[in-house]
């Protein structure tokens, strides 16, 4: 069976920092290519970034300079370093393992709230 566990978010201040996490179990994580995601209220959702097989890093340019992803392969799990936090990035917090079109999964999600 197939997890995806997001964890780390929470309630944090203008300019402040999270570090969330995506747990995975069920896949050989190192093959797959593990997005974030965030959707605020009446928004559609939006990729933030990801991070391939190969440890290359992507992101939107809202976030560039202040998010970086990351993978660690022996532990399954892929992190969001957040720094420099703004009201605009409160959210929903979704993370994506993509193997192929039949093989992706999502977690449950993770609230991120951004308070001045």
């Known amino acids: 069976q197939v997890q995806v566990v997001e964890s780390g978010g929470g309630l944090v201040q203008i300019g402040g920092s999270l570090r969330l996490s995506c747990s995975t179990s069920g896949i050989t994580f190192k093959f797959y290519t593990m997005g974030w995601y965030r959707q605020a209220p009446g928004k559609q959702r939006e990729m933030v970034g990801g991070?391939?097989?190969?440890?290359?890093?992507h992101y939107v340019d809202s976030v560039k300079g202040r998010f970086t992803i990351s993978r660690d392969n022996e532990r399954n799990t892929a992190y969001l370093q957040m720094n420099d936090l703004k009201p605009e990035d409160t959210a929903v917090y979704y993370c994506?393992?993509?193997?192929?079109?039949?093989?992706?999964?999502w977690g449950q999600g993770t609230q991120v709230t951004v308070r001045g």
């Open positions: 991070i391939a097989e190969s440890g290359y890093a």
């Open positions: 994506n393992a993509h193997f192929s079109q039949n093989q992706e999964y």
